[in-house]
């Protein structure tokens, strides 16, 4: 649409509303325009980030996301349809498909990527502020660190159940999260999707908090304070203040994430009954050439971003990177030896 270029008629009307907002304004809204901002997962806060973000304006967002759209994503992954689910898109490609018929006029950099340490420097760098749309504390904890030694502002957001968390870090000026939670705690104590479920009225409030606190920090306003707590089923909420802790690693400048060797090749995902498997690097892996190979032990399909290959009752799902999810199973080790057997190592 060639009327669409920012500050014509059309972007002016496009963004009425929030430019009367006192707090944003024209100036704010230019600010916004020239902005590049990271969501890092494009799952329930994700896409009601990005979401919300788009139709604001942000003139640039780089996604990232290591999975693809399932069915019972939909209830509260809002940029996602049946189709997406149907055709087992990666989530960046999903969402950036309908971002782009949102907004035509802002740029999107849709990153189908597993963040670990060895890339989330490259992944982050340049952007000016990064939101918190993951689902585990170690990635959280990584984006920390990452955050922190790039002196990147970011938004931290969770939510479980009915419960939702909120905070804003200042690379060394406010609280980070290692000064609120200062390591992650050993598998099976803290509760998860599993156990807890999650409804989609608290991502959604928490991923609208994320994105107003966007807002606020790139038309150059102060960052909220202290952490949210909410709970959306027994109507409660409360801001409570923090301290930055005088032996946090991480606003001491060491980066344990950042630096600490990669201990686990496979991890079993959230909710999924799957295990992810990430070889050390990255490779380029042909999908039609490995289609044409598994067609011969099973069955095979490949739309193009990803193959799934369904044997003996587990399915595994390929991305060109080499990076795997086994489903129908949580048993790490029979994941990699179907990884072994059918991808190679
Ligand atoms: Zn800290």
Redesign the pocket.
């Given at each position: 649409m060639p009327n669409m270029i920012p500050g014509s008629e059309a972007q002016n009307e496009r963004y009425a509303k929030q430019v009367l907002f006192r707090g944003i304004g024209a100036e704010g809204q230019r600010a916004l325009g020239t902005a590049t901002v990271a969501i890092v997962g494009l799952g329930a806060l994700g896409t009601v980030i990005a979401d919300t973000l788009c139709r604001a304006g942000v003139g640039t967002l780089r996604l990232i996301d290591r999975d693809f759209v399932e069915l019972s994503n939909l209830q509260r992954q809002t940029l996602f349809t049946e189709a997406d689910a149907q055709e087992r898109l990666p989530k960046v490609v999903a969402a950036a498909r309908r971002l782009a018929e949102i907004n035509s006029t802002i740029a999107l950099e849709p990153l189908t990527r597993d963040l670990h340490a060895g890339n989330i420097l490259e992944t982050l760098q340049g952007a000016d502020l990064v939101l918190d749309g993951t689902d585990n504390l170690e990635t959280r904890l990584l984006v920390n660190d990452a955050c922190?030694k790039l002196g990147i502002p970011w938004v931290y957001g969770a939510a479980l159940g009915a419960q939702g968390n909120a905070m804003t870090i200042i690379p060394h000026e406010t609280?980070?999260?290692?000064?609120l939670i200062a390591d992650v705690p050993p598998p099976g104590v803290m509760p998860t999707c599993d156990s807890e479920g999650v409804l989609a009225p608290v991502t959604g409030i928490i991923g609208s908090w994320e994105a107003a606190e966007a807002l606020r920090l790139l038309s150059g306003q102060p960052p909220r304070e202290g952490v949210l707590l909410l709970d959306v089923w027994h109507g409660e909420t409360r801001v409570v203040e923090l301290d930055?802790?005088a032996d946090?690693?991480?606003?001491g400048g060491t980066y344990d994430y950042l630096t600490g060797e990669r201990t686990t090749f496979t991890t079993s995902m959230c909710g999924r009954n799957a295990v992810q498997i990430s070889p050390a690097e990255e490779r380029q892996i042909s999908l039609e050439a490995l289609e044409a190979r598994l067609a011969r032990a099973g069955e095979v399909t490949n739309n193009g971003f990803l193959l799934s290959f369904v044997v003996d009752g587990a399915e595994l799902v390929l991305f060109p990177t080499g990076r795997a999810i086994v489903k129908g199973t949580t048993d790490e080790a029979l994941a990699r030896t179907l990884y072994a057997r059918y991808v190679g190592t």
């Open positions: 922190l609280p980070c999260l290692r000064c930055r802790r946090c690693p991480a606003c």
